[in-house]
């Protein structure tokens, strides 16, 4: 039974479309190689904008560390020195 079934199947498949199953994937081919450039572009678009704000992520990380460092000492300095008060600690 199994066996006529599938017999059956491809017959109406060649009966419908003259090249069977031959032309879907000939047209699935030409939108892959219509669609490569623009993927591709795509993907390299993607790729650069990454990079960049990875970069700008490590630039601004920096430039915190940098800030709290800076502000890390001033309170530092200001709490061994016993003149120094609240108001004159001036951070820049």
């Known amino acids: 039974m ?37 993927l591709v572009r795509d993907l390299l678009d993607i790729q650069s904008a990454t990079e ?8 601004y990380e920096g430039q915190l560390n940098r800030e709290l460092l800076r502000l890390q000492v001033t309170l530092t300095q200001a709490v061994n020195d016993p003149e120094v008060s609240p108001e004159t ?4």
């Open 2 to 38: 199994g066996r006529r079934w599938k017999q059956a199947k491809v017959g109406r498949i060649g009966r419908t479309f003259p090249f069977g199953g031959q032309m879907v994937w000939v047209i699935c081919f030409a939108l892959l190689l219509v669609s490569t450039p623009a």
């Open 89 to 92: 600690i001036n951070f820049r």
């Open 52 to 59: 960049q704000a990875t970069g700008v992520d490590y630039w």
